[in-house]
């Protein structure tokens, strides 16, 4: 997981206003790593699948994912200053999301992500230490330990 998490993707106590705010914020810090990536493309695909049914899981989290046309997985973190509505079951907002872009022809290793990530913020303690980190740094570092317990 930590290949596909580049430092500049993980993003702390970002202020965001809305989902569609987040989203675009992310789609940002994915073209500032990957500059073949546009980031109105990468935006457009996260929307379109929140469309189809929001990727809220719950206990304020969210898991935004799409495919593009992209050789590999990549993946991008963040903590929110203020939590945003994203039509999640319980109906609570987000504050803790993990943004994961997948490969058009990538089928297994996309569920595998998501099943660990899903695995990962099911756990009130991994959740409480990740809202806990007050830097970028300390964000990935307790995210890669949570996998880490996980696996």
């Known amino acids: ?66 495919r593009m046309d992209f050789p590999h997985m990549i993946g991008g973190l963040l903590t929110l200053a203020q939590p945003v509505d994203f039509d999640a079951p319980d109906g609570e907002p987000v504050d803790l999301l993990f943004i994961l872009v997948a490969p058009q022809d990538e089928d297994t290793a996309h569920l595998e992500a998501l099943a660990q990530l899903a695995a990962v913020f099911a756990d009130a303690e991994a959740r409480a230490r990740l809202r806990g980190a007050v830097t970028a740094s300390e964000l990935k570092q307790r995210f890669l330990a949570a996998m880490h317990r996980r696996s």
Do not use: N, W, Y
């Open 1 to 66: 997981m930590e290949q596909l998490l580049p430092a500049a993707c993980v993003l702390c106590q970002v202020a965001a206003s809305s989902r569609k705010r987040v989203l675009d914020v992310a789609a940002d810090a994915f073209m500032r790593v990957h500059s073949e990536i546009s980031a109105r493309a990468l935006f457009s695909a996260l929307m379109e699948r929140e469309r189809l049914g929001s990727t809220g899981l719950g206990e304020g989290v969210a898991i935004p994912h799409c």
